[in-house]
């Protein structure tokens, strides 16, 4: 089973960045969000200038993700987990969710046994998904044959054009199950119908930076979820 995972939430916010969907324990930003302020929060000084916005506060998302990490020992504990990262842009989100599961199974009555795979992609040129998977780096997929259920973790579903030819990929090493959770997943018109079993906030059409997520290669070391301005884009354009 291949699971992409986003943090899931029945938490209520008070603030308006957040309106619950139809779909339980999932929340969609709506379209006039603005975010907020990037002086309210701890910004490094060389990106001051190449960010709108911020628009999920990293506490936020260390939240959602924890209840995450509840919703997949209640869904599938007692199987085999074998969770895949996708490099490089869900490799914080890969790691927060591990260590909460990981908290889970020293805490509680239930516990899942796992084991790590990663696989690295390319999908981007500047703000634009190409459409094209390309596949640079990786363990060998072949140890996932047969496998109950695989928990693969994905940064943010675009256009889904990336995500169908993965799963296409995972299929010729016949994996038992495969689920797919995203940490993000964007409303775009360019969408090709693609929607993850899990996903932790549906987002506006925007290009956003920060916890893993790049603009060619930038913004990885920044904490929250950000706009990325027209500045920013010129400046670290390839």
Same mark, same amino acid.
């Given at each position: ?11 209520y ?72 990262c ?31 795979? $990663?696989?690295? !992609?390319?999908?981007? /040129?500047n703000?634009?998904s &190409? +459409?094209?998977? %390309? ?24 256009t ?21 959770a995203s ?35 930038? $913004?990885?070391? !920044?904490?929250?979820? /950000?706009?990325?301005?027209? &500045? +920013?884009?010129? %400046?670290?354009?390839?």
């Amino acid at each position: 089973m291949l699971l992409i995972s986003v943090p899931l939430s029945t938490l209520y916010w008070s603030d308006s960045l957040l309106t619950p969907l139809m779909i339980p324990g999932q929340f969609s930003i709506s379209d006039e969000e603005q975010g907020y302020d990037l002086d309210l929060f701890c910004i490094p000084k060389h990106y001051a200038a190449d960010l709108e916005r911020v628009y999920i506060p990293h506490g936020l998302i260390l939240d959602r993700t924890e209840r995450l990490a509840r919703e997949i020992m209640k869904d599938m504990g007692g199987h085999h987990i074998v969770a895949l990262c996708v490099l490089k842009g869900g490799y914080k989100f890969f790691a927060d969710l591990l260590d909460y599961i990981k908290a889970l199974n020293r805490n509680s009555d239930r516990s899942i046994p796992m084991t790590v795979d $990663f696989i690295r !992609l390319k999908s981007y /040129c500047n703000d634009q998904s &190409t +459409g094209e998977i %390309k596949v640079i780096g990786g363990d060998d997929l072949s140890t996932l044959t047969g496998k109950l259920v695989l928990c693969c973790f994905k940064d943010i579903i675009d256009t889904g054009k990336t995500m169908k030819t993965l799963l296409q990929l995972l299929k010729q090493y016949n994996p038992k199950m495969v689920k797919v959770a995203s940490l993000l997943v964007k409303r775009t018109p360019r969408s090709v119908g693609y929607r993850p079993d899990f996903v932790g906030f549906e987002v506006p059409d925007k290009f956003v930076v920060g916890y893993a997520l790049d603009y060619n290669e930038y $913004f990885r070391d !920044l904490n929250h979820i /950000c706009v990325i301005s027209e &500045t +920013g884009k010129e %400046k670290y354009k390839a």
